[in-house]
Structure formats: structure tokens, C-alpha cells
């Protein structure tokens, strides 16, 4: 269940703000998209489990729809469907060559680096579960009708983890995944994977999944993003916050994050700047805590007088 909803809440999102061509979503064709990602997400997992050439990895890697990338689908739905598509393809094919490429350069991403990213994640995507917590297509936004099945859905997901079961998970995190079920065996996992594919040749199923309520996604997408950004502060306590590192995570969370929320920042600059990191934090931390990284010294007696 898990692997499934991390597949609608993200998609029902991104379907409440597209458009195609001046016309917002159906109900029809946001069935068929989470048909259709369930079936490449069915895919993709098995073939990391069982590779095939140099096509996957072999380990139990779900293959589900990423948070990261949704302020970022965000922005291009709502102005046309087709745009986002084209963004991913091209994107797609970049992160296909960063793969094949990542043993020459992944060591220049320290551990810090990322940490400050994936907190950025979580940040950036927190006003999407908020704002789903209190809205309907029934009731107006912050009602107490919405407000109180949102609180239900999310007194059920914390009351999930209570009793020792893991309702949801963060699907930016595979480690989050395996580390909260501790599901590790691939045989499992491939059932997973197998009933995703099941469920994307059954057109009802997907159908039944649009007719869920946006207060009712927001009740565990706000544990879902709250996750993100903790997996992000623990990877910063596991980096250790000496100096450096503070002075690092500190400027790029501050810059990145700032300027987001300062309209006209980047009105002065070329465009191409503004559209890159005005509406993009992660981007903007991850630029700053790089540069950075690169810059300062890594002796530590440069920062024993501050």
C-alpha cells in the first residue's frame, strides 16, 4: 500500500493544476495517468531488482514517483501538461548520462551538500501538504469539514507508527524505506512491483483513487514531506556540524530559501537566472552549499578563532 500511495499523492497533486492546452484535467485523465505511472513504476522496480545488462543495480530499490521534483512539476503543469512532459524527457536523459557518469563525479557532492538538499525538499514542498490538509472540491479551503478528515487521516498515519507499523514513507529516500519496514528481500519487494503492473490493466482502480478528497492526502502528505525534511537533519548530524559544515548549511539554507521569498530578487538579473532559482530553493541551496564546499578550507584550524 505504501508503494501505491506514493504514487497518487504526488500525481493528484500535479493533476488538481495542470492543464492541456487551456483545459484543466479530467477525472478520466488523471485515472489514466496513474495507470500508466503504475505501470512504469512497476517496471522500473523489477528491473533494478533482476538487471538486465547494465540496466539496474540489483538491489531493492523502489521505483516510485520523487517529492523532489514536484514544486518543479508544479510550476510547469499549471502552465501546460506538455511542458512538464518535455522537461522530464529532457531531464530523464541528463540523469541518465549524471548516472553513467557518477563515478567521476560524485565525490565532489560531500555528505553536508546533501543533507542541505534534501532539507531544501522538504522545505520547499511543505506548503503543498498544508495546503491540501484544509482543501476539498466540496468545502472552501480551511473549512472545519476538511480540517476534521484531515485530522482523522493523520491521527490514523501517526497512530500507525505507534503501533509499530510504518503507514507512510519517504520515496526520495529508498534507505528511509528499507530502514522504517525493513523490507530488504527482493523476492518481497518484486510482489510489490508485481501488483502495480496488476493494477495499472484495471482502469476501476485507478478511477477510485481520483475520487479521494484533497484533505484526505493532505492528512499524510504532511508526515510524508515532514520526513523528508527530518532525513535531511539527520543526514546534517551525520555529516557532524563543525564549523565548516555549519557555516555551509547555514549560508546555502539561508540564501536558497530567501530568496524564494523575496518577490522581484532576481528582476535586476537575466531572466534565465530567475526562472533557475526564483522559484526553486533546492536548486539555490544546492549552487550555494557546492560552491561553498569547493571554496572554504577543510582545516579546521581556519575556524578555531570564530
Known sequence: MPLI????????????????????????????????????????????????????????????ISFTFLVAC?????????????????????EGVLG????????????????????SI??????????SFGSSSAYPLGSWQNLLVATITLASALSGGVFGC???TSFSQNVGLISMTHVVNRFTIMFGALAMILGSLFPPFGAFFTTLPDCVLGGCTV???????????????DAGMDQRNTLIAATSI??????????GFFNELPSFIGDIFAGNMVAGVFVVGLILDLCLPRDHSHYTSM
Open 254 to 263: 539561508c540564501l536558497g530559501v530567501g530568496v524564494t521569498q523575496v518577490d
Open 74 to 94: 508544479l510550476a510547469t503543469a499549471s502552465q501546460d501538461y506538455g511542458i512538464m512532459v518535455g522537461a522530464i524527457i529532457v531531464g530523464g536523459c541528463f
Open 223 to 237: 508526515i510524508m514531506f515532514g520526513s523528508i525534511m527530518m532525513s535531511g537533519v539527520r543526514m546534517m548530524h
Open 122 to 131: 522538504g522545505l520547499s514542498i511543505l506548503n503543498v501538504g498544508v495546503s
Open 100 to 119: 553513467l557518469t557518477a563515478k567521476y563525479w560524485r565525490k565532489i557532492i560531500s555528505p553536508i551538500v546533501s543533507a542541505c538538499v534534501v532539507v
Open 166 to 168: 510504518s503507514p507512510i
Open 5 to 64: 500511495y506514493s504514487i497518487i499523492a504526488p500525481l493528484i497533486i500535479i493533476s488538481s493544476v495542470a492543464v492541456y492546452q487551456g483545459e484543466a484535467f479530467t477525472a478520466i485523465e488523471t485515472a489514466r495517468l496513474l495507470q500508466n505511472c503504475m505501470l512504469i513504476a512497476g517496471i522500473g522496480t523489477l528491473l533494478q531488482l533482476y538487471p538486465i545488462w547494465k540496466i539496474g543495480s540489483g538491489l531493492p530499490v523502489v521505483m516510485v
